[in-house]
């Protein structure tokens, strides 16, 4: 089985215009900004609801 880059770059894959929106974002070391979203329960949490009381992973994939 070839693992190599060229395996999984198709001719339709493009570079996203998006990319340039995450140019000027959070650097390495700096406080992640605030933002919420919904946990499977359907409940509004935030970034901030954990600040100081637990580790936060954010885990982002993709089903392609």
């Known amino acids: 089985m ?3 880059a060229e395996t999984y770059n198709y001719p339709s894959f493009h570079r996203s215009s998006a990319v340039d929106v995450f140019r000027d974002g959070p650097r390495v070391g700096t ?3 605030d933002f919420a979203g919904r946990a499977l329960e ?3 949490i935030r970034l901030s609801d ?3 009381k637990a580790h ?3 885990e982002f ?3 392609t």
Do not use: K
Request: charged fraction near 15%; proline fraction near 6%; avoid cysteine.
């Open 56 to 58: 936060v992973i954010l």
């Open 31 to 33: 406080r992640a900004p």
């Open 50 to 52: 954990f600040l100081g």
């Open 2 to 4: 070839s693992t190599d």
């Open 42 to 44: 359907g409940e509004v």
């Open 61 to 63: 994939g993709s089903i």
